[in-house]
Nanobody, 124 residues
Framework: QVQLVESGGGLVQAGDSLRLSCAASGRTFSSRVMGWFRQAPGKERAFVAALSWSGATTYYADSVKGRFTISRDNAKNSVYLQMNSLKPEDTAVYYC?????????????????WGQGTQVTVSS
């Protein structure tokens, strides 16, 4: 059974940092673009960041550019999201996902494997 499992969420204060992890099991995703999305209450799931299979190319939403860093360790079949200078508007459930190999990296429809999500809450 293929699983993506996120961890590392929590309650922090504005300005703090968190590092999210996403561990894959059941198959390897080393050849796939991997992405992070987030969903705040009452809002649609939104793109946060994506990373090519080699780790050489990254994509970020404008709202997190310069504060968040996506990385991966293919040997561990894992993807990470380092989040610095957190803001209350970063509060959401964060999901990692594996891209289907076609389509842009910003659309949730182009990802076919999803984790269950991890809650990040940033207090002001």
């Amino acid at each position: 059974q293929v699983q993506l499992v996120e961890s590392g969420g929590g309650l922090v204060q504005a300005g703090d940092s968190l590092r999210l992890s996403c561990a894959a099991s059941g198959r390897t995703f080393s050849s796939r673009v991997m992405g992070w999305f987030r969903q705040a209450p009452g809002k649609e799931r939104a793109f946060v960041a994506a990373l090519s299979w080699s780790g050489a190319t990254t994509y970020y939403a404008d709202s997190v550019k310069g504060r968040f860093t996506i990385s991966r360790d293919n040997a561990k079949n894992s993807v990470y999201l380092q989040m610095n200078s957190l803001k209350p508007e970063d509060t959401a459930v964060y999901y990692c996902a594996a891209h289907r190999y076609s389509g842009n990296y910003y659309n949730t429809n182009n990802y076919d494997y999803w984790g269950q999500g991890t809650q990040v809450t940033v207090s002001s």
